[in-house]
């Protein structure tokens, strides 16, 4: 599916990630703060109504995938077409931009994307994963990854100190090029190898990659992918559903990490 709006993506995420190709960017507009609308101004069931109206009006493709409450009154929090939305409850303004929680010191996310993103990723089979276990883990983070994306080599070549720190990595496969491209091809390749985890971690090495064919969850996991909001290679998520960025180094992921702990 082709991108249709442009994602804005905020901080080490913008940095740190290798960006799926989009298409030209709808245009959207924020709203000054002394604007917002005030909260509780319309009932919840409303605002959705309202705010699907509004997204139809855009472009009446837009394949809307889940509407909850902003984390921040006056605005639904949408995903559409795996893109992050927040549309104010009069369907007015659209904001692109990740909103971020100086309090709380992280990107800012509502409770029910949370628990979407969190049934959606629980989904994903323990077979149809790349899993780099740690020998006592304490954390597991989900990684959808690319093989020729730098910031996913990077990320690979951290493993083994995740590994000791008690974070098991399992990836699952999100050809940033799209289905169809090479990237998809070898990424098929490596995961029908007899043995997954030496196949990706070769090809994340630069080596050239056997053709295999085989039933596969690529497709399925690329697609689930962008249902979730991602838009770029790597993409971590915690196993509560925070997406916790691009590349992070092993400090600073078993930091956020422990911190969501608590």
């Known amino acids: ?75 639904r929090e949408v995903l559409v077409g795996g893109q992050v939305l927040y549309v104010s409850d009069d369907g007015r303004y ?57 910031y996913c080599r990077k990320l690979h070549q951290d493993v083994p100190e995740l590994n000791r720190m008690g974070i098991t990595v399992e990836y699952v496969a999100f050809p940033r090029m799209g289905l169809g491209s090479q990237d998809y091809t070898d990424m098929i390749s490596v995961w029908c190898a007899v043995d997954r985890r030496k196949a990706l971690t070769s090809a994340k090495e630069g080596a050239a990659v056997t053709p295999k064919n085989c039933t596969n969850p690529v497709a399925m996991q690329y697609t689930l992918g962008q249902q979730i909001g991602v838009s770029g290679t790597p993409a971590i998520f915690a196993a509560d559903g925070t997406q916790l960025g691009g590349y992070i180094a092993p400090a600073q992921m078993k930091a956020a990490l422990e911190k969501l702990a608590l």
């Open 94 to 150: 659209l904001v692109q931009d990740q909103p971020y929680d100086i309090q709380a010191r992280r990107p800012a996310s509502s409770t029910a994307l949370l628990g979407y993103r969190k049934q959606k990723l629980d989904g994903i089979a323990k077979g149809d994963r790349i899993i780099f276990a740690a020998a006592n883990p304490k954390h597991t983070i989900t990684v959808f990854t690319d093989i020729e994306c730098g």
């Open 1 to 75: 599916m082709l991108r249709v709006i442009a994602v804005a993506l905020l901080g080490a995420l913008s940095l740190t990630a290798c960006a799926q190709p989009t298409a030209p960017a709808a245009r959207s507009s924020t709203m000054p703060a002394a604007a917002a609308p005030a909260a509780g101004a319309v009932s919840p069931a409303e605002a959705e109504k309202t705010v699907r109206a509004a997204l139809q009006s855009l472009n009446p493709k837009f394949q809307v995938d889940f509407i909850g409450a902003a984390p921040f009154p006056g605005f």
